[in-house]
């Protein structure tokens, strides 16, 4: 079963942790391209059934197209070990108070180590420095991984 989950910012989170996290400034077709690398390597085992197994094209073309919010606001972090990306957050603000979250995915090899909460304490602290005070994202229950982090950081269904 698909729930959305709503995360209130009352404060910032702290964040120990050893990957850097940085903003993906990437343009166009470079742009393009890496989404592409990140949403097809990192969806491997995904337990979403909406999402297995499936092509990240469709969800990269309704990004550009902007059908699931303006695209050019985008909020997309990755995270690093050294140079190599080990993961990614996807958000898009849809008002000024609040941002969605489409995605969040972390490299096979490197789950269970505290990238997706380095990525998610990352895009709370940044949000709530921007005024934003609420955080939406779909989750399927089936996907045990993604539901416990969420409930981890207090999203709460709506
Ligand atoms: C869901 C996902 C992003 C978690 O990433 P991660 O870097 O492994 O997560 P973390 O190491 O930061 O784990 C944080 C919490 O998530 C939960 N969690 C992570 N992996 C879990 C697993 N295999 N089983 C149960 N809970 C799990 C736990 O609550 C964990 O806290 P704990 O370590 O104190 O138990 C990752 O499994 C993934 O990329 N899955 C495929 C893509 C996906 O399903 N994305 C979400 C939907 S968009």
Known sequence: MKMQLKKILIE????KSQFQVNKLIL???ELEKSLKYCLSKFTEGILDPDVAGKSPDRFIDNLQKNVLGNFSKRYIINAYDGKEIIGILVGLPQESE???I???H???EYRNKGVAST???KCINDMFIRNVREILLD???DNK???NLYKKFDFHEI
């Open 12 to 15: 910032q989170v702290e964040v």
């Open 27 to 29: 343009e166009g077709k």
């Open 98 to 100: 609040f941002l969605h």
């Open 102 to 104: 489409y995605g969040l």
């Open 106 to 108: 972390v490299a096979p």
């Open 119 to 121: 990525l998610l304490s």
């Open 139 to 141: 989750v399927h229950t």
């Open 145 to 147: 991984p993604a539901y």
